[in-house]
């Protein structure tokens, strides 16, 4: 991956853009200019993502971000997730390739919050069900203390992928959770789910929130 250019623009104290141009190359042909907003509200920090097609013909288009939250203490395996995600995404054991989308059933139902435990997850969930304001919120809680919480528009993030952040050393396995809204589920360049082609001139744009949750 080459980018062409770099920029950075200080909108006030608590926004900042950052701005690249990725240029065609073999293994992905297309000329896309990329900004990433990054703002500090009273919800917390809302990421923003804006891709637009500099090219003359469509671009598939993906995008998600990867973060890692800490709901406070300990290990995942004390913190209470809620995720109001109906479908998964069920991988190969070594190499994680998408198989089949089935039902979460109980080993991956996390609709209703329920300590995490020793199950393992690195999966792509769907069929998210969004708050009354259209909005799903996936919610970390550390037992009674207070925790953290990532909010997105599914119409756009359909898909979010959660790891458990699992590792051979055991010191430093387990320490955080991946929650991270996508665009679209893994090796879609291939199957073509949710993928966004991008026209020429066209833009897309992405945006979540990761903030604290209160005890």
């Known amino acids: ?54 090219g003359r013909r469509a671009a598939p288009w993906g995008t998600g971000p990867h973060p890692y939250l800490l709901a406070g203490d300990g290990r995942v395996d004390t913190w209470t997730l809620s995720l109001p995600a109906g479908q998964v995404l069920d991988v190969t054991p070594d190499r994680l390739l998408p198989e089949s989308l089935r039902p979460v059933g ?48 599914p119409a756009v993030l359909p898909w979010v992928q959660v790891h458990t952040a699992d590792r051979p050393d055991p010191d430093e396995s387990r320490r955080s959770l991946a929650l991270e809204p996508m665009t679209c589920p893994p090796d879609a360049f291939n199957s073509g789910t949710d993928l966004v082609m991008l026209a020429a001139g066209a833009e897309h744009t992405a945006a979540w929130t990761i903030g604290t949750l209160e005890a």
């Not at 200080?10 to 703002?39: C, K, M, N, Q, S």
């Not at 991956?108 to 995490?116: G, K, Q, V, Y």
């Not at 969930?125 to 203390?145: E, I, K, Q």
């Open 106 to 153: 109980e080993d991956m139902d996390f609709r209703s919050p329920r300590e995490i435990g020793r199950t393992e997850i690195d999966h792509a969930f769907t069929g998210l069900v969004p708050d009354t304001d259209g909005l799903v919120r996936a919610r970390l809680h550390a037992g009674s203390h207070e925790g953290v919480q990532c909010t997105w528009d």
């Open 1 to 54: 991956m080459v980018w062409e250019r770099f920029d950075a623009q200080r909108h006030d104290d608590t926004a900042v853009t950052l701005t690249h141009r990725l240029v065609p190359t073999p293994g992905y042909p297309f000329e896309i200019e990329i900004g990433a907003r990054y703002e500090l509200g009273e919800a917390g920090l809302t990421t923003t993502v804006t891709a637009r097609n500099l």
